[in-house]
């Protein structure tokens, strides 16, 4: 069974550029959720998933968006970089609401702001 | 609302000591509580999660964890460590409708000498 595919592994960006990165959830997976891992904050979330439609949103400013396509694939877009969203994304796939089933990440994508 | 405290962000052991990573959750409804193992350069890998059913979870690798809902606690143990157990080790909690929002401690830091 594969697990959740995050693409690309690693990015480097221009500040003032904007970035999109990939997530494919484990088959038959519907929601999926992304987090930001700073050295300074930890990990914290951005957004989840479900069904294409998004349910709940961290504390994140209006650059960071994502969306969720009917196969369940997942993309989130940052735009304007700045030099403090050098971060590791994660992306996370559960079959329903994470809490009970259980949440599997992906290795992260590493974008460095330049 | 849920948070999470674990005590010591650096552990050091010795090979073949026991292992002790503790973690205390706040959560004003039942939670669910899990234990993910993140190697340098990779994604949360869980190592177990507790769903209401039995208070002491067993998960990979030989660690298990037991909750306690009067201490509010979930630490993870290992009887004894080994060196391909040094990592960073991270509890999170949720609670049912929290639509992808687990709430990660700041994670601690293993270390194994031999």
């Known amino acids: 069974k594969a697990g959740v595919t995050q693409t690309p592994r690693y990015l480097i960006k221009t500040r003032g550029q904007q970035v999109t990165l990939s997530c494919s959830p484990i088959?038959?997976?519907?929601?999926v959720s992304w987090y930001q891992q700073t050295p300074g904050q930890g990990l914290q979330f951005l957004f989840e998933?479900?069904?294409?439609?998004?349910?709940n949103k961290g504390n994140f400013p209006g650059r960071f968006s994502g969306r969720q396509f009917s196969n369940s694939r997942s993309e989130m877009n940052v735009s304007t970089l700045e030099l403090g969203d050098s971060a590791l994304y994660l992306c996370?796939?559960?079959?329903?609401?994470?809490?009970?089933?259980?949440?599997?990440f992906g290795s992260g994508t590493r974008l460095t702001v330049v | 609302a849920q948070s999470v405290t674990q005590l010591g962000s650096h552990v050091s052991v010795s090979e073949g000591a026991l292992v002790l990573l503790r973690c205390n959750y706040s959560s004003s409804v039942p939670p669910y509580l899990f234990w993910y193992v993140q190697y340098p350069n990779q994604g949360l890998q869980l190592l177990l999660k507790?769903?209401?059913?039995?208070?002491l979870v067993k998960g990979i690798n030989g660690f298990e964890a037991e909750f306690k809902k009067s201490e509010t606690s979930f630490h993870l143990t290992k009887p004894s460590a080994h060196m391909s157990d040094a990592a960073e080790y991270f509890c999170a909690v949720s609670v049912w409708g929290s639509q992808g929002n687990l709430i990660f401690g700041k994670g601690t830091k293993l270390s194994v000498k031999p």
């Open positions: 996370a796939s559960s079959l329903a609401d994470g809490g009970n089933y259980g949440y599997t």
């Open positions: 507790y769903t209401s059913a039995a208070t």
């Open positions: 088959s038959g997976h519907r929601s």
């Open positions: 998933y479900f069904s294409e439609t998004q349910r």
